[in-house]
C-alpha cells in the first residue's frame, strides 16, 4: 500500500472533525482559516457537512456556486478564503 497522494500546490492540510455534532467544528474551522488568511496563506475550505453545513452562512455567503465547462466547481472567495459548502448545492 502506498502513502498519501500529494495535491499539487498544497502544502498542509488541516482537518477539523468530531463524531458528535454541535461540538463548533465549523466554527473552529473558519475562525482558523480566518487567522491564517490573516498572515496573508492562500486558503482553501472545505465544508462537507451534508446534514448541516454552516461554512457559507459563517462566511456570509451571497452567491450561488458556478461550474466550469468541464462541471469543475469554481470555489467563492470572502475574506481571502476560498470556500466551498455543501449549503450552496442542497435545496432547503
Known sequence: MSGPR??????????????KGGVGKSTVAV????R???????IGLMDADR??????MMVGAEKAVTLTP???IIPL??????YI???????R
Not at 491564517?36 to 492562500?42: K, S
Not at 446534514?51 to 457559507?56: E, F, W
Request: aromatic content about 6%; hydrophobic content about 50%; some cysteine.
Open 6 to 19: 500529494a495535491i499539487s500546490g498544497v502544502k498542509h492540510i488541516v482537518a477539523v472533525a468530531s463524531g
Open 31 to 34: 475562525n482558523l482559516a480566518l
Open 36 to 42: 491564517d488568511a490573516c498572515a496573508r496563506w492562500r
Open 51 to 56: 446534514l448541516r453545513p454552516s461554512v457559507a
Open 70 to 72: 468541464e462541471r469543475r
Open 77 to 82: 472567495e470572502r475574506f481571502g478564503i476560498r
Open 85 to 91: 459548502s455543501m449549503a450552496l448545492f442542497i435545496k
